[in-house]
């Protein structure tokens, strides 16, 4: 074994089998017990089942200093998560996610902090759920997994389920991006492009289950990738010395990771190792697709389906959220707000980030910025809050603007041009 090898490796080491703190699974709706230790989809009433744990068992096994003495990425907070079996864990190198506070594109004194999660394995925060979806599936001996993605899900599901040996179907709408497309089929998955939205991919998974008997991953309809995603509060609370932002900025297109992270701060707060403070949640969405602000304004439990579904932003491109009650009600039991910005805003936003602080952010993340930029003005987030973002994706995955310059190195150069 060389003297450096690979993250992953060494936090593999640390893999142990967990005895398993899960008691049972609940209808996030109904609040009715569903049974742990096998494969489920959604609830009897068509709703997303959220993991619940024996918390207090947790509290006694494991410390806030064993935690922060680990190594590695999400997996260190394998306590909190339903994965038994240590080779189950896999693994691609996950770090905990670095955060950037922004400096040269914000007003003096303001604390405006980015989550990075372009850092992680396929350049997405998706890394997070589909690791954990695809873990599980490997523990109950599912061997063929499927999912509707506006393109970075498929890309994690396809990096996560070759490593762990399952075969993968994606679809995606014919106008994801083709580095996207590219990527997904790469790293082992049949990916079809349709020529329809994110739901109508979602139809086609849904329909083929008894046919083909593949397992439907997509968001929010199998009960893991909430728990993947649940990760990001626990390192948020990690990093902020076991205390939370004032304000969370997070792009939302099905709100796994705000769902996520909200239960990641009851249970933390469950097994005393943080406060009942909570952060404002705040969901980001483009004017273009904003059915969850719509709803919000609207003072309603649950989205509608949002006709002609337009953003350039894609990864919250998502007409309908099956857990858009989970998202509203998080956002209004934090105190937060939902806000919709232009695609226009959202790209000055890339650029201006780009330019002045040298952080090149996804359009997702820039939205985060555009919105905490809008909110500022409107007055409903103030200065001295002390504000996360989050870079949901590496923004290299996504077209850039041409730069045009050319020098012809065999005449003289005129040297005064860059001064
Ligand atoms: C999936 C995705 C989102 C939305 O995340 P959800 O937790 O599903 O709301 C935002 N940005 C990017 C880049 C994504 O891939």
Redesign the pocket.
Known sequence: MPAQYLEAEQTKALYENSPGFVTHLECSMEGNRYEAGRPHGLSMAGKPLLVRYDLAKIAKAVTKQDIEGRAGGFWKYREFLPVQKAENMISLGEVMTPLVPLKHSVPNGAEVIVKDEGRLPTG???AR?LALAVAMAKEFGQSHLAMPT????GAALAAYASYAGLKTTVFCPDDTPEINVREIALQGAEVFKVNGLINDCGKIVLDGKKAVGWSDIS?LKEPYRIEG?KTMGLELAEQYGWDVPDVIF?????????I?MWKAFEELEAIGWIGSKRPRMVAVQSTGCAPIVKAWEDGVEHAPLWENAYTA????R?PA?VGDFLILRAVRESGGFAIAVTDEHIFKARDDVALKDGFLL????AATFAAWQEALKTGQVRKEERVLLFN??TGLKYPMPGSDNWLDCHKPINYDQFT
């Not at 506006?150 to 899900?153: H, I, R, S, V």
């Not at 932003?313 to 919250?316: H, K, L, P, V």
């Not at 996804?362 to 993340?365: I, L, Q, R, V």
């Open positions: 997405s925060f998706k759920g506006n393109g970075n899900a968001t995603k997070y792009p939302t297109g099905g709100g796994t990771g705000l996520g932003a894609s990864g919250i998502v959220a996804c359009p997702e993340g949901c994706a």
